[in-house]
Every structure is written in C-alpha cells, then in structure tokens.
C-alpha cells in the first residue's frame, strides 16, 4: 500500500523559513505527481504548490510566488520550503500524490493524502 511519509511543521517564528518533506513509501514502482494543500481553522483547503514527479511542471499559488519553493529529487519526493512566514500561514500541511504523469494543481486530482503536518507561526 502506498503512504506518504511527512516530515517537519510545528512552532514556527514568523518570519523564518518554514522547511517540509514527503515522501512517497510503499508500491513506488511509478511516478507520482505530488503536492502541498493547507487548511487554516475556519477557512477551505487550499492549493500552495504541486510539482510533476520530474521537476519540470510546477505550480505555486500566486499569492506566495515570492515566497514558496516546491521541489523534488526525481524519486517521489516533494520538499516544499516557505520563506518569510506569516501568522496567516499557520494551517494544517497536508502532502498528496497521484500516480501518472499527467500534471495538475486542484486537490480533487490527488488520490493519496499523508495525515498533515500542523504549522504554527507565532509572531
């Protein structure tokens, strides 16, 4: 059974550098497209980054373009890197994937989702 393996998240000082990781473990014969969402308390789950499983289609949510780095090391691994956190980042990160090599940035695509990653930024 494929899982996707988290790492990172918790108190975060606002204006650092907020460091995530995902893997994919289990069946991982294939390639996986693979992405970021979050939740904030209150608020719809959102889309913050996706990259194809070769590094060669990103997405970023424009709102964080100056501020957001998602990248993979080509075997089913995602890291997402967040610069200059905000109090308005503080959400639940969660990490999805999809098997395939199709590309695409909507949380509905995602069929495989890790167990989230609370973020909390203090300022």
């Known amino acids: 059974q494929v899982q996707l393996v988290e790492s990172g998240g918790g108190l975060v000082q606002a204006g650092a550098i907020l460091r995530l990781s995902c893997s994919v473990s289990?069946?991982?014969?294939?390639?996986?497209?693979m992405g970021w969402f979050r939740q904030a308390p209150g608020k719809e789950r959102e889309t913050v980054a996706t990259?194809?499983?070769?590094?060669?289609?990103i997405f970023v949510q424009y709102s964080m373009k100056d501020r957001c780095t998602i990248a993979t090391d080509g075997k089913n691994t995602a890291s997402l890197e967040i610069a200059r956190v905000k109090p308005e980042d503080t959400a639940v990160y969660y990490c999805?994937?999809?098997?395939?090599?199709?590309?695409?940035?909507?949380?509905?695509?995602?069929?495989?989702w890790g167990q989230g990653t609370r973020v909390t930024v203090s300022s």
């Open positions: 289990g069946r991982t014969g294939g390639h996986y497209l």
């Open positions: 990259i194809n499983w070769s590094g060669d289609s």
């Open positions: 999805a994937a999809v098997e395939g090599t199709a590309f695409a940035s909507d949380s509905r695509h995602f069929r495989i």
